[in-house]
């Protein structure tokens, strides 16, 4: 959203209405904060009254400026309390503190309350269905996530929406028990938007939205077991993103895809074709440690541990955070692979340590499971 999105010109009217700060979640100063805002995604952007901190409306995932546009609008109105006059913006209204508030259940029923009321042609109609599919996910409520992608796809089909909801309908589909009489037809149904929303080319919707449809459907296709399937897709992901990567304007535009890049790479079995990539953004990008925390993934499914754990070593250089211990997990699998589990182990303990240290807004009982697991797994018999 940096690289693409903040930069653009249109958004210049809105530079008296709003004061913009962006938040480091992996320092410790910013715990506190993390922790009050509820912020379970990243990114998630919120629209705060300054007249009390409230938090007066929240966004979930990326966004195109057009879509940002409309949020700042909505935003606005969320802050001074006067909804819309009709019963669709005054339920989205609810519905928005609720979800403000992390009260998703309850947000969510709000939503869908707007939606039902909505007129034809309500403008907020997109950016509600996108909050209720969230707010439903989060709330465990598949089925009624894959009804409501059901119902808004056609009306969302030709809008920047059109990849949220293919992807949120997709991904409650998956989430359903594998007895539900329907999971396979809804499974295909979401499939077929997802692959209509990729085909159409005329759709402006973020590359980040566009390449999160591509994960979506090598899950389904794993889950059918079709191994080929999953890597033709791999491979439609991987020439999406080199062309996006092709036609980046800067460094940190380019580098914007390196993630995606070495996970689609990964997928096909093809690790090394993500060592030149990775190279450049760290010699573009010197202070980033996500360059050389790529590299140590890459070099590792390389088996090439002692670059593998060059490469750590300047990403934890780098690194501070939360974000340390996925870092750490990395470099004892690393170990791990080169046959030296006692450095595994140490490596585990560390992260384990410096897992219980953070404090209460960065904390995270289950990655802090996930480590105890692993430690335990490499614990002599």
Known sequence: MRAYVFTDPA???????????ELD???????????RLGIAALPTYFVVDPADERVALRWVGGFTVAQLDRLLDDGAVAVSGVPGGGAADSALSRADRLYAAGDNA???????RALASAPEGWPSYARAVDAALFALSSADSFEAATRLAHAAFPRVAHLPSAAS????GLEAALELPRTHPQRRALMAEFEQDARAVLADSTL???ADDRSGLYTDLMDARKELMDLDGTREVA????????REAAAAKTPEQRAVFDSHRLSAYLELGQPERAIPMLDASERDLPGDYNPPARLAVAYRALKRWDDALAAS????ERAYGPRKLTLLANRSDIYAGKGD????RKTLEQAIALAESLPPGQQSPGTLASLKKKLEALKPS
């Open 11 to 21: 958004l210049t009217r809105h530079a008296g209405r709003f004061v913009w700060l």
């Open 25 to 35: 979640t992996e320092k410790a100063k910013n715990a506190e904060i993390k922790k």
């Open 106 to 112: 309850g947000a969510a029923a709000e939503y869908e």
């Open 165 to 168: 909801v293919a992807s949120s």
């Open 204 to 206: 402006a919707i973020a």
């Open 235 to 242: 491979g439609q992901w991987a020439a999406f993103l080199e």
């Open 313 to 316: 070593d300047r990403a934890l």
């Open 341 to 344: 589990r006692e450095s595994a």
